[in-house]
């Protein structure tokens, strides 16, 4: 992966962010450190990577449009670096995943994504724990009807083994 530009995030952010080895922090308003990460994954020969966003403060974070802002333009960023595939899969802690991923996704879809990316979601089951997982891919992307069918014969696979 291609290192993101922290001065052309910086630039857009509400919040100020850095690196800290290979992950970016920020740290918002109500003093709560957030690091966001990619780690590559291999699927099936196609470039991806696993997106994360973390709360490291572990500390309930109120609703900050501002948080929402700085992780798109991290997402933006990413993109203009990378012509890879994002992964998303939402934290299970506290049994929050299903709003997790409802907060994600009115996120994503806030900024008028949906004009620049395809975002595929799924719930996959491991031991009775539902996992909601995302897809993002930019819609140029030349392989986009491949990548959407590999993703999704990926989930059936996963549910089939449930």
Wanted: charged share 25%; hydrophobic share 40%.
């Amino acid at each position: 992966m291609q290192t993101l530009d922290i001065s052309q995030i910086n630039i857009l952010a509400p919040y100020p962010v850095w690196y800290e080895g290979e992950e970016i922090l920020f740290k918002t308003d109500y003093n709560i450190l957030y690091s966001v990460a990619f780690e590559l994954d291999d699927m099936l020969g196609l470039t991806a990577y696993w997106f994360r966003i973390t709360n490291r403060s572990g500390k309930k974070s109120p609703n900050d449009k501002k948080i929402q802002q700085t992780v798109i333009i991290v997402i933006e960023e990413f993109f203009r670096k990378n012509p890879d595939i994002l992964l998303y899969m939402c934290d299970t802690a506290n049994e929050q995943q299903a709003q997790r991923d409802r907060l994600f996704l009115r996120w994503f879809n806030a900024y008028e994504q949906k004009k620049k990316y395809v975002i595929k979601t799924a719930v996959v089951y491991d031991e009775g724990i539902p996992n909601y997982v995302s897809l993002i891919v930019p819609i140029e992307h030349p392989l986009l009807e491949d990548i959407q069918a590999t993703f999704e014969s990926e989930i059936i696979m996963f549910q089939n083994n449930q």
